[in-house]
Nanobody, 121 residues
Framework: VQLVESGGGSVQAGGSLRLSCVVS????????MGWFRQSPGKEREGVAI?????FTIYADSVKGRFTISKVKNTLYLQMNSLRPEDTGLYLC??????????????????WGQGTQVTVSS
């Protein structure tokens, strides 16, 4: 199983980015998938979840600004109205079981390497 993220970059506050995560080699047709953020000195945190029934869950800090979606084998994260505190390494993850935002990130089975997002003020 391979997850490969792309789409990160450097933007000014208020800007937008769309992250992509291409999944290959995964036989499960409807895994639970999520986007996480790793910032320096902070614990890895869940940003958005798309479960096997296509329900979405967002961290309070990104509600109304970020949108998670999936088309075939690619997971997306549309990020609008970016803030400096959104800076971090963004990673996508997949798991055959449901994982909520408050689940320990160590429980997720599969991870990508991440794509860096830097938002300047």
């Amino acid at each position: 199983v391979q997850l490969v993220e792309s789409g990160g970059g450097s933007v000014q506050a208020g800007g937008s980015l769309r992250l992509s995560c291409v999944v290959s080699g995964y036989q499960n047709p409807k895994p639970c998938m999520g986007w996480f953020r790793q910032s320096p000195g902070k614990e890895r945190e869940g940003v958005a979840i798309l479960d096997s029934l296509n329900f979405t869950i967002y961290a309070d800090s990104v509600k109304g600004r970020f949108t998670i979606s999936k088309v075939k084998n690619t997971l997306y994260l549309q990020m609008n109205s970016l803030r400096p505190e959104d800076t971090g390494l963004y990673l996508c993850a997949a798991d055959p079981d449901y994982r909520g935002l408050r689940s320990r990130w160590q429980l997720w089975d599969y991870w990508g390497q991440g794509t860096q997002v830097t938002v300047s003020s």
